[in-house]
């Protein structure tokens, strides 16, 4: 259980450091394992589901929150990057 946790503190703190996008998959992906471990052995898919869809809300969330002034643009051949919003 300890290892659990500290790898989704581990993962959170990776996920501050990253796009918004990258951020949302850390996030659900963490929160994935979370919601698989604290969920009892009947309920580990439904507790993993529940949990990447939370933490990937949060990890949007979190990745938006570091670039308050950033968009992500994307150009004509499909190619996305982040400019000041305009």
């Known amino acids: 259980m300890k290892k659990t946790i500290l790898l989704a ?6 996920a501050a450091c990253v796009p918004a996008d990258q951020a949302t998959l850390g996030g659900a992906a963490t929160g994935a394992v979370l919601g698989a471990a604290v969920s009892d052995s009947d309920d580990r898919v439904e507790g993993a589901i529940i949990g990447a869809a939370v933490g990937g809300v949060a990890g949007n969330l979190i990745g938006r929150a570091n670039t308050p002034n950033d968009c992500i643009y994307q150009d004509a051949y499909g190619r996305r990057y982040v400019a000041r919003c305009q």
């Open 9 to 14: 503190l581990l993962g959170l703190g990776a």
